[in-house]
Structure formats: structure tokens, C-alpha cells
């Protein structure tokens, strides 16, 4: 019998699913072919220009979808692309190249874009490496064009059937134009579990898993495969053989009041109104995470009009449950060119999040002035993200106080708001106590708590293994934050990662957090744990003193996996 072939990754998104793959090509650096039919210099141009043309009304296909499933920030993505159709550092030089005789339209444009590509890949700023991936984007459609294939989206993936897609790398905007009814799961080469890619994954209950470098080659012919994205591996599996993940399953077994589920509110993690499908999909209790940044990272600054609309839409679908709006977390991984902000040595310890809105008073009143007006739509809640002194949290506080004078003055109608703060800096989650006569709730954004507690930078594959977030040191700090919220009546939920984790779900609840927020695809699975687990005040001691009284991250997982019940 063969011997069976496994192969093993970051498991980012969970569930099984099994399929036939797709694997999504990466652009080769390498010049291929001479002029091979030897055609003259104007057949070759003629052929560029007509590719150019299919690629611009390929991208103005996408930019429409996009733009009606996802909203306006994330197909300004394709925008862009149109823009390098007509710059004449690409497209341009090309011609130029051609125009000297003996290349092919194939040829100049690879010479050029790998050139651009090799020189933005050089660059040590993040976001310039990533804009390499742009330009690959756009040279990937015109050759696809040039080779004729059909030039139309649907190139990037079969217009009928159910996938595993395999890839190298995929971009937030590769994984947008997917159709994801159809995407069985991810296996991806490179990123990281905080990548874009792997929350958006998570955001579709799509499982899937990163970083599966090792035995790549072999694995990228595999036509069949199953893959576990809790688990994190991908295996052959015999032709024919097809399962879909089936999260939705687990939730005819649950009554919400039953075991440890009716303790908790389990909440959703948005980025922008079209999320809202998932938040109804998944039966998420209100969102614990709306994360307002996204609308701020295409090319320009939304309005002050079109934050009101993209708040009150979340709000007025969520109530009358809640919706915490966290205020711009620009910073770190996350760009916002159109800020215009200067290079930063160490991004994710420099000018981000709150840090950035309180040196910048016009943004940040602009986005508190649109929240209390949104607010007027449901009961919301604003939180502040990366406080690390109390100094912050009140300047934060007065600036909100002043920006609804404005709005009362301006005539408009203002709503109530519940004021809280993230706890995700070191120094925040020691002090909560102090923090906690502040503020009506805290917010624990186990991402960043991890990576500041860890030194760990959230973002590096390299690291994977010492990014832990059931490291005995970041489960106490947590327990400790919850317990401040408790003795001064705040309450406390968990909004990173962590929160949509199953086997935490049960810790979280014997530490006193009242709110879980996660990628709503993970919603079934914590759901399911909750509610299959009751624990008398007495259990749930023990079973926090055993977590802390774990030396390791592994010890913690032992001690959680023969309490929760994983489906
Ligand atoms: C976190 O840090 O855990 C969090 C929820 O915020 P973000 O992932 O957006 O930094
Ligand atoms: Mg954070």
C-alpha cells in the first residue's frame, strides 16, 4: 500500500474539507521565450495593446464586484491596477523595449515588471514589498491575455466546481475575487495567522492553513487533498473524495441556554458593512470588534457622511444587540496611504492606533463626531485600541466629550455611547484596576497582548512557534484583567484571535469574560464547545488554577484539550 503523504502548515481557520485542488500560479521572474514566431515589431504591439485592453475590462469587472460584495475601500485594490495599465514606467518602458526589435510582447513586459518587482521586493518598508504583489497581479492577467487564454477573471479559477486552492502567497485582493460559495479551503506557502488572508478565511468559515513550506513542490501536484485548519495539515486523499466543512452542522445540537453557553455573548469581528452576511449567517450576538480602520486604507479618506453610513449600517443590523466600534487602529501592518504617514524603524512600537488619532485631533474628532451620530441608529459602544498609560485613555476621553458638542451644535440627533478600551498593551492589562474606573468595559485584543508579551512579532512565519497565545503568562494576565473588570462591576471580553479559539472557550468563561468576538465562521465551533460543557463555581476554579499553574503553552493546551469538548 502507498504510503500516505501529509503535509503540515499553520492551521489559521478551522474545519475539514476535502476536494480537488486548484493551484493558483505564481508568476514566474524568469524570461521564458525569445520572440519564438519571430512576428514583426508591430504585430507585438499590437498584441500588448490589445492585451491591455482585456486586462483593463477584466479589472473593471472585478473593481465592480468587488465593490458590490466588499464596498469601495477594497476595490480601490483594482483601481490601482488600472492606473499601472497606463504607467509609463511599466507600460510605457515596455513598449520602449519593444520598439528595439527582437523581444516578444511576453518578454519586454516580464523583463520590465520583474525589474520593478525585484526592486520593490528589495525595499526593507512592508508596505512597498507588498505593492511587488500588485504589479505581479496586473503582469499575471496581461500575459494570461497575451497567451489567450480567456481573459476574464474566471481564469484565476474554474467557472464551475468546488476547490482546495493551493498557492504560493495570496493577497487580501486574490482572495476577495474568489468566489467563496465555491472555495472548499486554503493551502497557502507563506503567511502568517494574523495575515489578511487568514482572518478573511476565518471571516467565510473557510478552514485553512499557512506556512506549509516544506515538500511545497510535491504537494502543488496533488489533485485531490483534505485539509484540517484546525489541526493544521494536508493530506492526499483519493479522487472523488469531497466534504465540505460543515460548521452550520454543529449548530442544530445547540440550545443557546445550555452548558457554559448561556454565560457568554458570543459576538462577531467585522471590518465593514458587507460582512454583515457572516454576522447573520453565523448568528453572531452583535459585534464585539468592528474594525473601522479597512475604511481608511484605499487611496482616499472616507468622509465624515460616509462613516456615519458604514457605522449606522453595522449598527442598525446588529440591534438590538450591540456593536463596539473600535476607533482608527491605523499602524503596524496596517496602511493608510492616502495619511500619508512617515517610515517608521519599528512600526508595531511606533505611531498606531490611538497613538496616531491623538496626534492627529481633525481625523479623530471627525471619526467620534460620525460614531456618536451612528450611534443614534442602536446601542453601540466605542473602544480606544493600544492605551498603554492612563494619560491616553483620559485625553482620548475629553476629545470624545468635545467631538459630541460638535455634533449636538451641528443639530444632528446623538446617540448613547458605552465607553471602553482595548487591553492589548503589557502595561494596560497590569494596571486594569486602575484602568477600570474609567472606562464601562474592557476588551482584551489577545493579538497584540500576545505579541507584546511575547516580543514576538505577530506577523513573522519565522516565529510561529513562539508566538503563543496559551502561553501561561498571557492566560494570567487575561485572568487577571477579567477579574479587575469583576471587582470594580466592568465587564470584559476578549476580542483577538484567541476569543473565536474553542478549546479556550471554556477558561475564558471560568475567568469571568462575558464576551467572546471572533471571525464569525469560527462562531459554530466555540458555540458547540460551550454548549456541550457546564462547570460548577468549584470546577471552574480548579480549572483556571490548573492553566496558570502550567509552565508552558503546551502544558496549557494538555490541561484544556481533556476539559473541552472538540467537535
Ligand atoms: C488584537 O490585537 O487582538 C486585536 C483584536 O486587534 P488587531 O488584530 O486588529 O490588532
Ligand atoms: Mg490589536
Known sequence: MMEEMIWRGLGVSGGRSAGKTW?????????????????????????????????????????????AERGEALAQIFGAHKLLLSDPAFIGEALLRLQKGHLSAEQALQEVAGEAIRMLRSLDDPYFQERAVDVQDVL??????????????????????????LADELTPAQTIALPKERVLGFVVRKGGKTSHAAILARTYGIPALVGVAEGWE???????????????????????????ANMEGMEEETSLASGLLGELILAANVGSPDDLAFVKKFKAQGVGLYRTEFLFMGDTLPTEEEQVQAYQQVISSCAPDLTVIRTLDIGGDKRAPALQLPQEKNPFLGVRALRLTLRRPELFRQQLRAIWRAAAAGPTAIMFPMIATLEELFQAKEILNLSREEVVQAGYPVGELEVGMMIEI?????????????????????NDLTQY?????????????????????VLGMIARVSQAGLQAGVWTGVCGEAGGDALLAPFFAAVGIKELSMAPGSLPKVRHALASLDLKLDEKISLVDSVLACATASEVKEVLGKVTPIA
Open 453 to 473: 508579551m511575547l516580543a514576538v512579532d505577530r506577523e513573522n512565519n519565522e516565529l510561529a512557534e513562539l508566538y503563543q497565545p496559551y502561553h501561561p503568562a
Open 426 to 446: 503589557p502595561s494596560a492589562a497590569w494596571m486594569a484596576n486602575k484602568f477600570a474606573s474609567e472606562v464601562d468595559f474592557f476588551s482584551i485584543g489577545t
Open 23 to 67: 493551484y493558483l500560479e505564481e508568476y514566474e521572474a524568469e524570461v521564458q521565450e525569445e520572440n519564438p514566431k519571430n512576428s514583426s515589431v508591430d504585430e507585438e504591439i499590437e498584441r500588448l495593446q490589445q492585451a491591455i485592453i482585456l486586462t483593463e475590462q477584466n479589472l473593471t469587472q472585478l473593481e465592480a464586484k468587488v465593490k
Open 218 to 244: 510535491e504537494l502543488k501536484n496533488q489533485s485531490w487533498v483534505e485539509i484540517d485548519g484546525e489541526a493544521g495539515w494536508v493530506r492526499q486523499t483519493p479522487e472523488g473524495h469531497t466534504l465540505s
Open 140 to 165: 499575471v492577467q496581461l500575459l494570461q491575455n497575451l497567451r489567450g487564454s480567456q481573459g476574464n477573471s474566471s481564469d484565476l479559477f474554474p467557472e464551475t466546481g468546488n476547490y482546495v486552492i
